[in-house]
């Protein structure tokens, strides 16, 4: 069992998410940073599906009542497990009693704790996974939290080689369903300068500001499905990117959607970051 003292400014429970409720109105949500989510189930020797704790800006300190051993991975953080050091990329045996600190990251924003075995506790359609969007929180963390640990561990802890956050975040798209209810000059105007990440930025999505996206025609569409990446454009011209906890359906056109590969870096821009698009 770990017992939470201080949650950070956001701690959540999250795996790969609930996939196939979409028609249900329920999205798949899931870590924001599938790839760092994952690097940290392989160094804990954790399968792909276990759940690991996504820290906002760290801020995390928890006791662990037993042995363990723990991962993190994502944006670089000082931590210390009672004396110790806690590197990133390293698995690390923390003792019964230890007290885990981790600090608020130096660049990015998620960073993922997984323990050998997985985070356990009960799951909503099929997954452990916080949907803030939603409202579905099966393992609310919060300060006075316990969070149980699963035993389903597949492999021996072994150190990995991460990659590290680039000065320039550059995310790669491709042209979206909706793309033609802008000008011809849009979508490489998209690209040309970059946009600055929004304040009010969190798990739905990145709210962006920059070069003004005018449409070419009037009117409004009917909602239509939304995937994780869409690039949703208001009449106010200033594109939303959609993260895990975007809305399963939206009605405002969608000029592009960001590569999956590139949306582990959308998930680490954090407010005032400038990132860049490429077609």
């Not at 801020?59 to 990133?88: K, N, Q, S």
């Not at 011809?184 to 009010?200: H, I, K, S, T």
């Not at 359906?249 to 582990?264: F, K, M, Q, R, W």
């Amino acid at each position: 069992m770990i017992e939470v003292l201080a949650p950070g400014p956001l701690a959540t429970v999250q795996d790969l998410g609930r996939a196939g409720y979409a028609q249900l109105g329920v999205g798949r949500s899931g870590a924001a940073d599938r790839r760092s989510h994952a690097l940290a189930n392989r160094i804990a020797g954790n399968r792909p599906t276990a759940a690991t704790v996504e820290l906002t800006l760290g801020g995390f300190t928890a006791r662990f009542a037993a042995d363990a051993v723990l991962a993190l991975a994502g944006a670089p953080v000082p931590a210390t497990a009672g004396d110790r050091v806690v590197p990133l990329h390293e698995p690390v045996r923390i003792r019964a009693g230890e007290v885990l600190r981790i600090r608020s990251p130096r660049d990015g924003l998620r960073t993922y704790l997984a323990v050998r075995g997985g985070i356990g506790g009960p799951k909503v359609l099929g997954s452990r996974s916080a949907d803030l969007l939603a409202g579905i929180v099966p393992v609310p963390v919060r300060r006075g939290s316990v969070l149980a640990v699963d035993t389903e561990a597949a492999a021996d802890p072994r150190a990995e080689q991460g990659e590290a956050l680039p000065a320039e975040l550059v995310l790669r798209i491709l042209p979206g369903p909706r793309d033609g209810w802008f000008g011809p000059g849009a979508v490489p105007g998209l690209c040309a300068d970059p946009y600055e990440v929004g304040r009010d930025s969190n798990r739905v999505g990145l709210r962006l500001s920059g070069r003004r996206l005018d449409r070419a025609r009037p009117g409004e569409l009917p909602p239509e499905g939304m995937v994780p990446g869409a690039l949703q454009v208001p009449p106010d011209g200033q594109p939303v990117l959609f993260l895990a906890d975007h809305p399963v359906t939206g009605g405002y056109p969608v000029i592009a959607v960001v590569a999956e590969d590139s949306l582990a870096l959308a998930a680490q821009a954090r407010p005032g970051r400038a990132i860049r698009f490429m077609l």
